[in-house]
Structure formats: structure tokens, C-alpha cells
């Protein structure tokens, strides 16, 4: 079967009020406690969506989004009771998408899940009719950049590199207002849906897609960092 969002979470009286939660907002959910139930569940089944505990009874949320970003692009939200600024750079930095600590709102949780599967249907939506303006061939800017919203990757001088979903949606946001200041707080709006999240976060993206598509990722040729006001793309 396919759902739009799996929880992952040991925690299982608030795991199944979440998936009620977000069933009575029309959304197809399940759950799951652990490590290898979740691996079970995508032997048989698929979703858009995955919500990730850390510490789970059978293993750690970390190792399972490492596993599944093996052969797996979709989005991972990591909720977890773990505070510090440490386990959400090591949560975006291995794959994660966003990082909800907990306790967290549910009404506040639910709106960030249908803003990343609008963004999806929006990318596919896209793909299927070449309309992204992301993905056109316009002048010498398609010559260096090129996206390609059905893989979710860029071509960059010809070398093709596969991209996460997040970090798609902030290189789109980037390439549609390039040769432009991006605000923080507008790339935020844009690519997360809200702007209350910390400058790490931000950081931790730009800082991987610097790794993936530039050549110098210390010495950056496109993604150009505006000190305390957001980034630009150079074309």
C-alpha cells in the first residue's frame, strides 16, 4: 500500500494519536516502533513522507535514515525529545530534512508535512509538464546549472549529482531568484514553509550543497554567502 506519511517512533500511544491526527486532515498514515519494522514496512508498502524518532527500542533513528537514504530521496523529518544543537546538525548532516523537537503541536507538525508534500506534487507536477522554471534551457545560465525536477538533481558543467529533497528545494529557490540576494527569513518562507528555524539548519544544507556541486566547496564559485543577510547564486 502506499501512504503519505510513515511514523517512526517507539513512543507508540503518541505515534498513533499523531497518525489519527493526521488521518481526520485527510492524510493516509501508519506507524510503526522500530528500527526493523520500518525496513519491514517498505518491503510491502510505500509512503511520501517519513516522521523519525532518534532513539528507538531496536536501534537509532540516525543509522535508519543513513539506511534508507541508500536508495531512498524521500523527505525525512526527524521528531525527537533530544534538545541540543548537536543531534540536529547530525540529523541534517546524514539526510534529514527538518528536525521537530519534542513535545511537539500537532496542528504546528501537520502543516509542515503538507507543505513538503504540496512541494512534491509540486516537483512532479512540474517534471510531467516541463514548466518548472527551474528546468528551462534559458541562455548561458542552463550552461552551468541545469535542474531537473523529475530526479531531483543538477546538472552542474555537465556532471550529474543527485540531490536530496530539501536541498533540491533550496538549490530551486536559489536558481529561480539567481544573480539575487535571498533573505534568510525568505528562504525559510520558501523552501521550509516558516521562518522559525535556527541559522544551523540553513547553514547545514547550503554547506552540503556547496559539498555537491562546487568544485572548491571552501572556496564557493555559485552559492555566494551574504554575511548576515542570506546567500546568492552566481550564473
Known sequence: MHYNCLI??????LAR????????????????????????????NTADLILLDINLGDGSGFDVCK?????????????SARQSDD???????????????KPYSLSVLLAKVKILLKRMEQM????????SPA???DGDASEVLKLEPATMSVVAEGRRVELKAKEYAL????????????????????????TFFSDSTLNVHIRRLREKIEEDPKNPKYIKTVWGTGYYLKL
Request: hydrophobic share 40%; proline share 1%.
Open 135 to 137: 528546468s528551462d534551457t
Open 171 to 194: 538549490l530551486d529557490c536559489l536558481y529561480r531568484h539567481r544573480n539575487a540576494i535571498v533573505k534568510k527569513e525568505d528562504l525559510f518562507d520558501e523552501v521550509w514553509g516558516d
Open 8 to 13: 517512526v517512533d517507539d513512543e507508540t500511544d
Open 124 to 131: 512532479k507536477q512540474s517534471s510531467a509538464t516541463a514548466a
Open 17 to 44: 494519536m499523531t497518525a489519527e491526527y493526521f488521518k481526520a486532515f485527510g492524510l493516509s498514515c501508519e506507524y510503526v516502533d522500530g528500527k526493523e519494522s520500518c525496513f519491514a514496512f517498505f518491503e510491502e
Open 87 to 101: 543531534d540536529v546538525l547530525i540529523a541534517l548532516t546524514i539526510g534529514g530534512d527538518d528536525y521537530v523537537k
Open 67 to 79: 539506511k534508507l537514504r541508500e536508495d531512498m530521496q524521500l523527505p525525512i523529518l526527524f521528531i
